[in-house]
């Protein structure tokens, strides 16, 4: 593997962390504690291994700019930048939510985790769609 192979390999590990989070929270609602906890373990360590997978290719190898042009330009900036910011909450908000739930603050946990999934799988899907967009398509 090679620091060109990054991208895509981010994109995996997004795409896998938005699996997890889905599984993670089809098993809380079905009461199966154990079960989510290992799976939402399971999305925050892909989630590492992707953050550090980012650093690396981008601290190496910096940003592709956008190539497309006309509507799809905006629609990749809208995702892009929408991607960003709600990304920079990620870490701080997935770190307070799986402590609190490790710590059993059920009430604390679930509190701040009805804000964390949505966040969290929104920058999951959206970071496939970036990379999708940016080195998958075929722009005029």
């Not at 009461?31 to 953050?51: E, G, N, P, W, Y």
């Not at 899907?125 to 496939?128: E, R």
């Given at each position: 593997m090679t620091l060109t192979d990054l991208p895509a390999v981010n994109a995996i590990l997004n795409g896998?962390?938005?699996?997890?989070?889905?599984i993670g929270y089809a098993l809380v609602r079905q009461?199966?504690?154990?079960?989510?906890?290992?799976?939402?373990?399971?999305?925050?360590?892909?989630?590492?291994?992707?953050?550090i997978c980012y650093l690396v290719y981008h601290a190496n190898v910096g940003?592709?700019?956008?190539?497309?042009q006309g509507a799809i330009r905006k629609v990749y900036f809208f995702i892009l930048i929408t991607h960003i910011v709600l990304a920079a909450l990620v870490p701080p908000m997935a770190i307070v939510t799986l402590v609190r739930g490790l710590?059993?603050?059920y009430d604390a946990h679930r509190r701040l985790a009805r804000w964390t999934l949505p966040i969290w799988l929104y920058v999951s899907?959206?970071?496939?769609i970036v990379y999708?967009?940016?080195y998958q398509m075929e722009h005029a």
């Open positions: 896998i962390s938005a699996v997890l989070l889905v009461r199966k504690l154990d079960q989510h906890r290992r799976v939402m373990i399971a999305a925050f360590s892909t989630s590492v291994l992707f953050l940003s592709k700019p956008f190539p497309g710590r059993e603050r899907v959206t970071g496939v999708i967009m940016l």
